[in-house]
């Protein structure tokens, strides 16, 4: 028997695209949607923990431009769920393991962002999650914060999504050269986390993304030349020509030293899960 298959799961959030993946890989875990576990409810997230030795928490606000003008919103999903889940874990000794985000950086880096490196949000999304970095860290200090960045699966709603529906309504597309991150698969995710609680050790804050780095621009062409479609037909342009109400980091690529440092896996080049996932969705 694993050891993942020894350790009692309860996943929340798990109606979100990473919850989704988690639940698929792990189906012995008790994985609870918004509808079943509201993550700001304190007395019900009492009940639901009481069955887990480890919580993986995938709720989150995470509507970027929305954030903006509904900070309260953006609070309780981000900053007052997460505390009160911590809370609960610690009550009863169950191990939490909480994802955050590449927006926590302001994005002026030169080189893949260390979890020691400084952070400065620059969005109300990027600044909530910090939030509830802290309040986490401060309910529970053994708790785990994995920070990941452009999360995708393919199939619903994500950038690779989109470019793909793009791709058959639109002969051209413009997409923005000035922001670079690191494509994370959903599935890479929710193995390396799985990994990451075999482990039973406690890393503290750790960054896990596929590996490498690219600019939205480049990942929409790689996404039109693994559709066989002619990448050219994506234009370059700056994010000052799409103007949105938050303000996106430039460059937020996260290093995977910690991760590596701790034994764990590196997840994949971003570029091979991105043919293995449209190969899933689209087969040609
Ligand atoms: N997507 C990315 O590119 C990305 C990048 C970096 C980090 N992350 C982080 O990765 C984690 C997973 O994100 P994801 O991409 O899977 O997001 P997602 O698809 O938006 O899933 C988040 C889920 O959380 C649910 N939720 C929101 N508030 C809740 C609450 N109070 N109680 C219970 N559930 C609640 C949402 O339900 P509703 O849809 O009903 O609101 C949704 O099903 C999050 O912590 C996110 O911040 C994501």
Not at 107 to 127: H, I, K
Not at 156 to 164: H, L
């Amino acid at each position: 028997m694993s050891l993942v298959s020894q350790s009692r799961i309860v996943i929340t959030g798990a109606g979100g695209q990473l919850g989704r993946a988690l639940a698929d890989r792990a189906p012995e875990a008790v994985a609870l949607g918004r509808a079943d576990l509201d993550i700001t409810d304190s007395d019900a997230v009492a009940a639901a923990v009481r069955s887990g030795d480890v919580v993986l928490n995938c709720a989150a606000y995470t509507a970027v431009d929305a954030a903006e003008s509904d900070r309260a919103a953006a609070r309780a999903g981000n900053v007052t769920g997460p505390g009160i889940l911590a809370a609960r874990c610690r009550e009863i000794g169950a191990r939490l393991v909480h994802i955050s985000t590449d927006y926590v950086f302001d994005g002026t880096g030169e080189r893949p962002y260390e979890p020691s490196d400084p952070t400065g949000p620059t969005s109300v999304y990027g600044s909530t999650k910090l939030a509830g970095e802290r309040a986490v860290l401060l309910a529970d200090p053994r708790a785990t914060i994995v920070r990941t960045a452009w999360v995708y699966t393919g199939d619903r709603g994500d950038f690779v999504a989109t470019m793909r529906r793009l791709e058959a309504e639109r002969e051209t597309i413009s997409v923005v050269e000035d922001q670079v991150g690191s494509p994370t698969y959903a599935p890479d995710l929710a193995a390396g986390l799985l990994e990451l609680v075999a482990q039973h050790k406690n890393p503290g804050v750790v960054h896990a993304t596929g590996s490498g780095a690219v600019s939205r621009f480049e990942l929409a062409r790689a996404v039109f030349a693994e559709l066989g479609a002619d990448p050219d037909r994506v234009r370059p342009c700056g994010s000052a020509d799409f103007p949105s109400p938050a303000r996106r980091p430039a460059y937020s690529v996260l290093s995977n030293r910690s991760w590596v440092a701790v034994g764990l896996t590196p997840l994949r080049d971003w570029r091979d899960a991105l043919s293995d996932a449209l190969l899933r969705v689209a087969p040609r």
